[in-house]
């Protein structure tokens, strides 16, 4: 899309209140909203920040108590915040919290840490901007119309689905989805219906459902899949390759890639082409090889993980062995670390 076009949209912002240690590709987090330029994205903190940041990013020094503070002088009532993870239930509040920033905007919104980004406007642009005022419904992601109504709109309750209100989130310390079932809520009230407002969304995100904690290796799959996924990104681009036991099948473009949940090893340095492997960042090279069909990744990929116990070690040393070839020579004794560290082939010793 031309730069020009970008300014004659709707402004956006994106709100990311975080504390605590920020994940180890924070930095693909960065460079990835860079390329959405149509967009603002605020980084709420008070946590080290070692990053320089783009034109369209800012980092706004705040505690959580100030936010809880915020939000209590707002509603005129009390609020639980003892943890930062409890900021999920306030996600749909975010309108009022920081209505000192969105107030220049014409859509706030929310998005998550462990994303990483592709082409925004497949699902924020001109048609969709038009014909609605929530797009999302996912706690990754939610933009909102800034409208007084749809600021305040998570403190209406609706009886008729089976959700919280918020006088009940805002007594309780637990975390209790919100910013999901809020939205929930807010369709409800506002009489949207569900499949143009959340079903059509998730057919256009890349949202891995979360490991099993149960095995330190464990697939990607996605909604409305049943094949596990290795995922491409490429200049701002988000694409998913279907792993299927006769090949290797790219999808179609996806608007971002949600890693929720999963504890991530980068084994490229290469910022704008690689692929997202279960938990590793890899040589966008390594899916890209000319006999896909004989890829590591794809045979890899069905091993169960049970499997994984009783696979050769000459089978396992052959597999690292293909990827140890497309990586450079000074960086093959870390890749061989790594691959320990997360618990691949863990118990194998694993040759040059």
Same mark, same amino acid.
């Given at each position: 899309?031309?730069?020009?076009?970008?300014?004659?949209?709707? =402004?956006?912002?994106?709100?990311?209140?975080? !504390?605590?240690?920020?994940?180890?590709?924070?930095?693909?987090?960065?460079?990835?909203?860079?390329?959405? $330029?149509?967009?603002?994205?605020?980084?709420?903190? @008070?946590?080290?920040?070692?990053?320089?940041?783009?034109?369209?990013?800012?980092?706004?020094? +705040?505690? &959580?108590?100030? %936010?809880? *503070?915020?939000?209590?002088?707002?509603?005129?009532?009390?609020? =639980?915040?003892?943890? $930062?993870?409890?900021?999920?239930?306030?996600?749909?509040?975010?309108?009022?919290?920081?209505? @000192?920033?969105?107030?220049?905007?014409?859509?706030?919104?929310?998005? @998550?840490?462990?994303?990483?980004?592709?082409?925004?406007?497949?699902?924020?642009? =001109?048609?969709?901007?038009? *014909?609605?005022?929530?797009?999302?419904?996912?706690?990754? +992601?939610?933009?909102?119309?800034?409208?007084?109504?749809?600021?305040?709109?998570?403190?209406?309750?609706?009886?008729?689905?089976?959700?919280?209100?918020?006088?009940?989130?805002?007594?309780?310390?637990?975390?209790?989805?919100?910013?999901?079932?809020?939205?929930?809520?807010?369709?409800?009230?506002?009489?949207?219906? *569900?499949?143009?407002?959340? @079903?059509?969304?998730?057919?256009?995100?890349?949202?891995? %459902?979360?490991?099993?904690?149960?095995?330190?290796?464990?697939? +990607?799959?996605?909604?409305?899949? *049943?094949?596990?996924?290795?995922?491409? !990104? #490429?200049?701002?681009?988000?694409?998913?390759?279907?792993?299927?036991?006769?090949?290797?099948?790219?999808?179609?473009? !996806?608007?971002?890639?949600?890693?929720?949940?999963?504890? +991530?090893?980068?084994?490229? /340095?290469?910022?704008?082409?690689?692929?997202?492997?279960?938990?590793?960042?890899?040589?966008?090279?390594?899916?890209?090889?000319?006999?896909?069909?004989?890829?590591? &990744?794809?045979?890899? #990929?069905?091993?169960?993980?049970? /499997?994984?116990?009783?696979?050769?070690?000459?089978? %396992?040393?052959?597999?690292?062995?293909?990827?140890? =070839?497309?990586?450079?020579?000074?960086?093959? $004794?870390?890749? %061989?670390?790594?691959?320990?560290?997360?618990?691949?082939?863990?118990?194998?010793?694993?040759?040059?």
């Amino acid at each position: 899309m031309n730069i020009n076009t970008y300014k004659k949209m709707n =402004k956006i912002c994106l709100l990311e209140p975080y !504390y605590g240690t920020f994940p180890n590709y924070f930095h693909l987090w960065i460079k990835s909203a860079s390329l959405n $330029p149509n967009i603002d994205f605020y980084i709420i903190s @008070d946590s080290f920040f070692p990053y320089e940041l783009p034109p369209n990013i800012f980092l706004i020094n +705040m505690s &959580l108590g100030e %936010i809880k *503070e915020r939000l209590e002088n707002a509603i005129g009532v009390s609020i =639980k915040l003892p943890q $930062p993870y409890k900021l999920c239930d306030y996600k749909p509040a975010y309108g009022l919290i920081f209505d @000192d920033i969105v107030s220049k905007y014409d859509y706030w919104g929310w998005c @998550d840490p462990d994303i990483i980004f592709g082409d925004l406007s497949l699902i924020f642009n =001109k048609e969709t901007l038009n *014909e609605f005022d929530v797009i999302g419904g996912a706690g990754s +992601m939610t933009i909102f119309k800034n409208t007084d109504f749809l600021k305040r709109c998570f403190l209406y309750t609706n009886p008729s689905i089976p959700s919280f209100s918020f006088d009940e989130i805002r007594c309780t310390s637990q975390s209790m989805i919100f910013d999901e079932w809020g939205a929930v809520n807010i369709r409800k009230v506002l009489k949207i219906k *569900e499949t143009s407002q959340y @079903d059509w969304l998730f057919k256009k995100i890349v949202d891995i %459902i979360p490991p099993d904690k149960r095995y330190r290796h464990s697939n +990607m799959y996605i909604r409305f899949c *049943e094949n596990p996924i290795a995922v491409e !990104y #490429q200049d701002g681009h988000i694409f998913a390759h279907i792993i299927q036991k006769n090949g290797i099948e790219k999808s179609k473009e !996806y608007a971002y890639c949600h890693l929720q949940k999963r504890k +991530m090893c980068i084994l490229t /340095q290469d910022t704008d082409h690689f692929l997202i492997f279960n938990e590793l960042f890899l040589p966008a090279s390594i899916i890209c090889g000319k006999d896909i069909n004989n890829n590591a &990744l794809y045979t890899q #990929q069905f091993y169960t993980p049970e /499997q994984h116990e009783t696979i050769k070690t000459n089978k %396992i040393n052959k597999t690292v062995s293909i990827i140890l =070839k497309l990586i450079s020579k000074p960086k093959r $004794p870390l890749f %061989i670390r790594l691959m320990r560290k997360i618990g691949i082939y863990h118990k194998y010793l694993i040759t040059k």
